[in-house]
């Protein structure tokens, strides 16, 4: 369903958050998927308890970028979207 959406929609980025660390596994499936996907370049942020607590474990799961909270999340978004205009 999600490589669904991203074909409706094409975003630019897609921002996941987690609370629980039992849902880590399929966040990581998520992430696989979009990465095997089309639609492969969508920047994807990553965000909630398990990665407010463990440093570095977005990098683990394949994000393109962790944010601690909302506020956060825009700061990240805007550098991410920065940084794939500037590579265009």
Request: hydrophobic fraction near 50%; avoid cysteine; proline fraction near 5%.
């Amino acid at each position: 369903a999600l490589t669904d959406t991203l074909h409706a929609r094409r975003p630019h980025l897609l921002a996941v958050s987690t609370t629980l660390v039992i849902h880590l596994v399929e966040l990581r499936r998520l992430i696989s998927a979009v990465r095997a996907s089309p639609f492969s370049d969508v920047a994807v942020i990553v965000g909630g308890f398990p990665f407010n607590r463990i440093p570095d474990l977005w990098r683990r799961y394949g994000a393109d970028g962790f944010a601690s909270d909302a506020r956060d999340a825009i700061n990240v978004a805007e550098q991410l979207l920065d940084g794939q205009r500037g590579a265009a």
